[in-house]
């Protein structure tokens, strides 16, 4: 198999500008924009919520941070309506905000 230098056989062509530049936008296209839920969305994801509360049953969450979706699994032990934060019995607190989905595990 023929072993080639990769991307350092380029990397001398280019000015550092440009290494940064490319480097920032390889960054930049992996970041995730925060999803926009209509309100049927919305409505499940309250149920969904609501009922692994009242029923401590483990719920899959998809959380929105920043750049990125992640996923975090945990039944709830507390829901703030106040403050608008849910609290996973491991001590992780979740804006309502930041929220994407709810699936209930049964």
């Keep these: 198999m023929n072993k080639d230098r990769g ?6 062509m280019m000015l550092p500008e ?11 296209d992996q970041l995730v924009t925060k999803p ?5 969305l919305v409505e499940q994801l309250n149920t969904n919520l ?4 009242n029923e401590r049953q483990p719920i899959n969450l998809k959380v929105w941070e920043k750049t990125a979706i ?6 709830i032990q507390k829901m703030n309506m106040n403050e608008k934060y849910i609290q996973l019995e491991n001590g992780q ?4 905000e ?8 049964e």
């Design 7 to 12: 991307t350092i056989k380029w990397n001398a």
């Design 18 to 28: 440009h290494v940064k530049f490319l480097r920032e936008w390889q960054e930049e």
């Design 36 to 40: 926009q839920l209509d309100e049927a």
């Design 50 to 53: 609501q009922r692994a509360y």
């Design 70 to 75: 992640y996923q975090v699994c945990g039944r």
């Design 93 to 96: 607190k979740f804006l309502f």
């Design 98 to 105: 930041a929220l994407c989905d709810a699936v209930i595990d």
